[in-house]
């Protein structure tokens, strides 16, 4: 059986915070009120580093743009008992089976922006549309905008994706990101997840922690380490640039891998 989690370093966040106008952005969205758009703001200026500035961009994405580590992680599963669990807001790795829980959320679901737990919605493609129009704004003129209130009345239809049929508040992306994060979004996964840890006990399992850091160390490290301390046959492997150091428990069953947790990923046949 294989446990493997993805952490922060699927975020890109190490990477984007190079480019000031990254960060610019961001702190943008958070005055408008629109900080629920962050997972989506991430992959977008990804891609545009990637189109306009493809030197620049040539180290920090080079490696996900080239072998992409979804394709990497689903060969590495094939034909295996497994489950994932990712904290990275970045959904281009979830590939859509019933193994694959993201408690963060990302940008493939919307939620009432006022929480009403029972709304759930697919995004659709003039969501996707309609964001990529208010990214590419904040892109190009950011240094117009008089904060973010300002920005948010010049971009007002692009980040319109939906009225909650409850309350009628707008309709926000589904992730941690966003003032009042509905959680129901994930805990049905996330208790098919924990009935399937619980069947690993005494079996052979490998708990495979890629890029993790700090940043939830509740819902990844901790417990899978935990996972691991407990079973007898479990063997650990730590992936992460910098935090790749294992517990003094798990010496002799485990190992840490200094690496960034995509370079990794890629370099697997
Ligand atoms: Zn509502």
């Known amino acids: 059986m294989i446990l493997i989690g993805l ?39 990804a891609d545009k580093m990637e189109e306009e500035h493809p ?24 034909g295996k008992d497994y489950f994932v669990v990712s904290t990275s807001v970045n959904d281009q790795l979830f590939f859509g089976d019933d193994r694959f829980v993201m ?27 309609k964001l ?26 692009f980040f319109q994706i939906g009225k909650c049929p409850k ?22 996964l996330w208790n098919t997840y924990k009935k399937w840890l619980q069947g690993t006990l005494n079996r052979r399992l490998l708990v495979l922690e890629l890029g993790v850091g700090m940043q939830y160390p509740s819902v990844i490290r ?4 935990k996972a691991a301390f407990f079973n007898q046959k479990a ?11 294992l517990t003094e428990e798990l010496s002799g069953k485990g190992c840490g891998i200094s690496m960034n947790a995509i370079d990794w990923l890629c370099q697997l046949c």
Not at 63 to 77: A, G
Not at 222 to 225: D, G, H, M
């Open 222 to 225: 901790w417990p899978f380490e």
């Open 132 to 157: 990529r129009q208010g990214f590419e704004i904040l892109y190009e003129g950011e240094r117009r905008f008089h904060g973010g209130e300002d920005f948010r009345e010049k971009t007002a239809d």
């Open 55 to 78: 030197m620049a961009a040539w180290n920090a994405f080079l490696p996900w743009k080239t072998s992409t580590p979804r394709e990497k992680l689903m060969k590495l599963l094939e």
């Open 167 to 188: 309350c009628g508040a707008g309709l926000v992306l589904n992730n941690i990101y966003a003032e009042n994060y509905n959680e129901q979004g994930y805990m049905e």
């Open 7 to 45: 952490g922060e370093e699927f975020d890109f966040t190490k990477q984007l915070k190079k480019y000031p106008q990254y960060e610019e952005g961001c702190r943008i969205l958070k005055e408008a009120g629109l900080y629920w758009a962050v997972p989506a703001w991430n992959m977008f200026f």
């Open 103 to 129: 408690p963060c959320g990302g940008s493939l679901k919307k939620q009432c922006g006022e929480g009403c737990e029972e709304v759930l919605q697919a995004v659709t493609e003039e969501d996707r549309k």
């Open 235 to 245: 063997f650990f492997c730590r992936v992460n640039e910098t935090l790749y150091q």
